[in-house]
Nanobody, 126 residues
Framework: QVQVVESGGGLVQAGGSLRLSCAAS????????MGWFRQAPGKEREFVAA????????DYGNPVKGRFTISRDNAKNTVYLQMNSLKPDDTAVYYC???????????????????WGQGTQVTVSS
């Protein structure tokens, strides 16, 4: 059974930083792309960042480019999201997800991800 578990959310002031972690188990972690998405109240879930299975390729949603960094440690079955220069608009529940297929690509679409975590709340105060 595949499990995806996020951690590291919390309350931070604008301009601050947080690092989210996501541990996945149940499949060979290094074979699958991983992604981060977020959903604010009343809004649709949106793409934040994605990373290929090797970690060699990444992509970011426009609102977070230059501020967030996705990385992974395949030895620890964990993917990270380093969030810097946080803004109140970054307030959302952040979800980690593991891709359906074991290709070498990364994915930005929700439909490309099969397993999802329960989410972790990030709140940025002004």
């Amino acid at each position: 059974q595949v499990q995806v578990v996020e951690s590291g959310g919390g309350l931070v002031q604008a301009g601050g930083s947080l690092r989210l972690s996501c541990a996945a188990s149940g499949r060979t972690f290094s074979m699958y792309a991983m992604g981060w998405f977020r959903q604010a109240p009343g809004k649709e879930r949106e793409f934040v960042a994605a990373i290929s299975r090797s970690g060699g390729s990444t992509d970011y949603g426009n609102p977070v480019k230059g501020r967030f960094t996705i990385s992974r440690d395949n030895a620890k079955n964990t993917v990270y999201l380093q969030m810097n220069s946080l803004k109140p608009d970054d307030t959302a529940v952040y979800y980690c997800a593991q891709a359906w297929t074991n290709s070498g690509s990364y994915y930005t679409a929700i439909s490309e991800y099969r397993y999802w975590g329960q989410g972790t709340q990030v709140t940025v105060s002004s």
